[in-house]
């Protein structure tokens, strides 16, 4: 290796670096003879792009044909695999994953784009229930192609004032939803950084000095939250200095629900975490499963998962319209947020959020919204709840189906009890084995590619299936073909 401090070790002796198939020097000089007035700094020429616009928009073409053709156009046919399952190391393999000194020809990364497509979860399939989200809405995928073609930031009007307003627009019509006259509101990477900003709002609330002093002038803080709540509370005490020893869980009944009178032991609490569930705010039938939600002080709302808004699109709301936000999170970064613009400075509201760069999720949600009007949002969740009240009773009908309790929304909790089980009696013995049913469904769904369904254990019950009903492109059909499906797979268990 060469032996030059100024040259980067991990280059031999031996290369020399090459520009048009020739030797950098003699290609700069070719070049320089063929420029006028070409200029030359560091070795660097400057005259001119280096690149090639012509072949980049060609690439762009092509590579937005694969994707029409390969993802899009086979978004809602049950006839394709939900996965490709390879192992890691042979997936590895396959794409080929070796960044190199040099790049490849725009049909290898083509082909790459093809691997890429082949071997990823296929969400927007019917037959996807593994997760929170699911779906494709078409008015959402083509706002996310114009902001990563665009490319913006959303911190100050100047360089971003059409999704700054629309993010103000969608913020007020959320809140319009939840209750309140007023309200304020930012959208954050997640329903788990939302709680993290709740929950370090409300401490600001109530000690503002911590911004400028921080933990050491304050007293123990302790936090007070369901036992069943989201995991990223823990987190967020841990972030925020609190503590996870700080954490106290409130008892919750056998529906999961906080039990008042638990809660009334120790403090009331004013906090509303809603990132699934909030969206039964748009259904007039649903929107009393969160009846009382204008009482809290906050909301995480996540449009990504039950409104298929895409990922990401989370919103934390507040009913304060003080300014907290901006008075908690401001920096006043004097490049970004001059005070003697042009223009009315009110409008640059990246200042309260505690992230610089910023995307412009907001822009997806307003534009499925302006297509489908409230109205077609509220069929959204009208529908996947009825879909989801279609495969219990069905799952009520089936031998071998046990539900572990009557669902509110649109997740069904469920045991699966294979032929082997079905006569053996209630104890130990068959709770361990019953554990052991989901995931060896699971890895056959897999491998097989013909439906992706999750499972879990939970406080003290063994492994269950957890089915979620959201994308609009399920039908009746995919809910009975996921019991069928599960018989199948399990027939010699």
């Known amino acids: ?202 401490r600001y609330k109530f000690y503002p000095e911590i911004k400028e002093k921080g933990l050491s002038g304050l007293p123990r803080l302790v936090l007070f939250t369901s036992e069943e709540c989201h995991y990223s509370m823990k987190k967020a005490a841990s972030f925020l200095g609190i503590g996870t020893e700080n954490v106290y869980f409130v008892k919750t009944d056998e529906r999961g629900k906080m039990i008042p009178e638990e809660l009334e032991k120790q403090v009331q609490r004013a906090r509303k975490e809603a990132s699934w569930g909030g969206s039964a705010l748009i259904s007039r039938k649903h929107c009393r499963l969160l009846h009382g939600i204008h009482r809290a002080d906050s909301v995480a709302w996540n449009p990504h998962k039950m409104l298929l808004a895409g990922i990401q699109c989370c919103a934390l709301l507040v009913k304060d319209n003080s300014g907290l936000l901006k008075k908690c999170y401001s920096a006043s970064a004097t490049y970004l947020f001059q005070q003697d613009k042009f223009y009315d400075v009110s409008y640059d509201t990246g200042d309260k959020s505690i992230q610089c760069s910023r995307r412009p999720d907001a822009f997806k949600f307003w534009l499925t919204w302006k297509a489908l009007g409230t109205t077609g949002l509220e069929e959204r969740v009208n529908r996947a709840l009825a879909l989801a009240r279609y495969l219990v009773e069905e799952i009520k009908k089936r031998e071998g189906f046990q539900l572990l309790l009557e669902p509110e929304y649109a997740n069904i909790c469920f045991w699966y009890i294979p032929p082997s089980l079905r006569k053996m009696e209630d104890g130990p013995e068959f709770w361990q084995k019953l554990h052991q049913v989901a995931p060896i469904i699971k890895e056959r769904m897999m491998k097989k590619g013909s439906m992706m369904l999750g499972y879990q254990p939970h406080r003290g019950k063994v492994n269950f299936f957890r089915q979620v009903v959201i994308s609009p492109q399920v039908s009746r059909e995919d809910m009975d073909f996921v019991l069928d499906e599960i018989e199948l797979l399990a027939k010699d268990l």
């Not at 031999?12 to 020739?22: F, I, R, S």
Request: charged share 25%; hydrophobic share 40%; proline share 4%.
């Open 1 to 202: 290796m060469s032996s030059d401090p100024q040259k980067c070790s991990r280059w031999g002796t031996n290369m020399q670096a090459t520009l048009c198939g020739k030797p950098v020097g003699i290609c700069k000089q070719e070049i320089l003879q063929k420029k006028n007035n070409a200029v030359l700094v560091d070795g660097v020429i400057l005259n001119g792009p280096i690149m090639d616009s012509k072949a980049g928009e060609k690439f762009v073409e092509e590579a937005c044909k694969i994707i029409m053709e390969e993802v899009i156009q086979k978004a809602d046919d049950v006839t394709e695999k939900v996965c490709e399952w390879r192992a890691p190391e042979t997936l590895k393999q396959i794409l080929d994953l070796e960044m190199r000194d040099t790049g490849e020809s725009h049909q290898k990364l083509l082909q790459l784009c093809r691997d890429v497509i082949q071997y990823s979860v296929k969400t927007s399939h019917p037959r996807f229930f593994n997760q929170l989200y699911a779906g494709v809405d078409y008015y959402s995928l083509v706002a996310r192609f114009i902001t990563e073609a665009l490319n913006p930031s959303v911190y100050t009007y100047e360089v971003s004032p059409v999704f700054l307003l629309v993010e103000e627009a969608v913020i007020k019509k959320m809140i319009e939803f939840i209750g309140w006259e007023e309200g304020d509101g930012i959208f954050n990477p997640g329903g788990s950084v939302s709680n993290m900003y709740a929950m370090n709002l409300a």
